[in-house]
């Protein structure tokens, strides 16, 4: 019996966690969900037509992008569509004719240097978006910050294991689906459309995935895919490999 009992106790502790975890997210999403896309649609794109696109960086219309200092860290950016997508579970970004964000978000990684008045490596940058119900904004935003500092050492030490296949890999504390591209393969095909077509059932269930994006020591790149999964206390936030105190540059 006590042990029946502490089981429960354990059971409900868990239920009650994610409930509130669950509530709390919601709140936020709904509370204040569309403050990303009012700063793009009222602020950006107007003010782009004036040549002041603050507070964005870049506002780029042809490629379809804008960009936002992040009130979060001291080098963190966010890459934003300039239309209306919610998020990775939006079936737009699986349209042959919308823009390589994942590509297009890594090229922008050049805004870290530019922020810290010094080189940023490729090392140490990275890109990540979170699934559905492990974000607080209802706009697409891709954030590229800093790798943490022990994600960058398991994946030097997982390069050589890496290769064009889709294989799990533990990650800090969660597990995650692990396969390496060149550059000319990242620019060649949206990461988005990858994830759905590689990896089974996938693309009925996108909002489930957080996608992040690094460098190899070798000059390829690994593409990283977590699955939200509430029992694991995994809110598929892809964003948790990422420190955006950015350690990885300190002496």
């Not at 669950?22 to 793009?40: M, Q």
């Not at 780029?60 to 569509?81: E, I, N, S």
């Not at 206390?233 to 955006?244: C, I, K, T």
Request: proline content about 7%.
């Amino acid at each position: 019996m006590p042990t029946t009992a502490r089981a429960l106790k354990i059971v409900t502790v868990v239920v009650v966690s994610l409930s509130v975890a669950l509530g709390a997210a919601a709140w936020r999403f709904h509370h204040n969900g569309d403050a990303l896309w009012r700063i793009i649609s009222q602020q950006c794109l107007p003010g782009q037509q004036n040549k002041d696109p603050s507070p964005c960086q870049r506002v780029d219309v042809a490629q379809g992008f804008v960009t936002l200092k992040d009130r979060h860290g001291p080098l963190q950016y966010l890459l934003m569509p300039v239309a209306r997508i919610s998020g990775i579970e939006s079936p737009t970004l699986l349209n042959a004719a919308t823009p390589n964000f994942f590509a297009l978000a890594w090229r922008q990684r050049d805004l870290l240097s530019m922020r810290r008045g010094a080189p940023v490596p490729d090392s140490a940058a990275s890109l990540s978006v979170n699934a559905e119900y492990g974000r607080t904004q209802n706009q697409l935003h891709i954030h590229i910050s800093c790798l943490r500092p022990d994600v960058r050492q398991a994946l030097d030490k997982l390069a050589p294991q890496l290769d064009a296949q889709w294989r799990p890999y533990t990650l800090g504390t969660h597990r995650w689906l692990i396969r390496a591209l060149s550059p000319t393969a990242l620019a060649q095909q949206s990461s988005f459309v990858r994830l759905s077509q590689e990896v089974p059932q996938a693309q009925q269930e996108m909002g489930k995935y957080g996608l992040a994006l690094a460098s190899l020591p070798d000059g390829r790149l690994a593409l990283m895919a977590i699955k939200q999964n509430w029992l694991q206390l995994n809110r598929g936030s892809a964003e948790e490999l990422q420190d955006h105190r950015c350690a990885i540059l300190s002496p």
